[in-house]
């Protein structure tokens, strides 16, 4: 068996790793008190994506299981961020819009979030976040051709 590992791959893969790690630890820490990382990134979506989804198109979007955004949504929409509807074109379907509540819930995670997220950015330092964000954005579009 021959070694095929690139020790510079293996690296970067385990810095996004880490780096994701810690992310979503600081982020759960000053996340509003009962809203999870998974609660903000929908809240997040359907507000900047305005309309509706159904759940098929926000599992796709985050790329996670159908069951997975069920959950998700059941405690969106038990917080009352949510309003499910049926689908009038078809009734096996479901239809997805951020309430009011999601909206302020959504806004009041975005004023937690924003000064750690700014001095992270600002410590990086603006040359540094133009130079990596495309090789992010490169990684993350070959991530999801293969995937």
């Known amino acids: ?4 590992t690139n020790p510079l ?9 880490t780096a994701d790690q810690l992310v979503r630890n600081r982020l759960s820490r000053v996340l509003p008190k009962g809203m999870e990382i998974s609660h903000f990134s929908v809240l997040n979506h359907l507000a900047r994506a ?6 098929a198109q926000l599992a796709k979007s985050f790329h996670v299981t159908r069951g997975a955004m069920t959950n998700t949504l059941s405690k969106l ?3 009352g961020y949510i309003h499910i509807r049926p689908d009038w074109d078809d009734a096996r379907r479901k239809m997805i819009a951020i309430s009011p509540a999601g ?3 959504r806004d009041a995670a975005i004023a937690s979030i924003s000064p750690m997220i700014t001095d992270l950015a600002d410590e990086l330092g603006e ?3 133009r130079a990596i964000l495309p090789i992010l954005r490169e990684l993350r579009l070959k991530l999801e051709d293969d995937g």
């Open 103 to 105: 909206r302020r819930a």
């Open 50 to 55: 305005g309309g509706e989804r159904s759940p």
């Open 77 to 79: 929409e038990w917080a």
């Open 9 to 17: 791959a293996i690296a970067l893969f385990s810095e996004l790793l």
């Open 127 to 129: 040359d540094k976040l």
């Open 1 to 4: 068996m021959s070694d095929t």
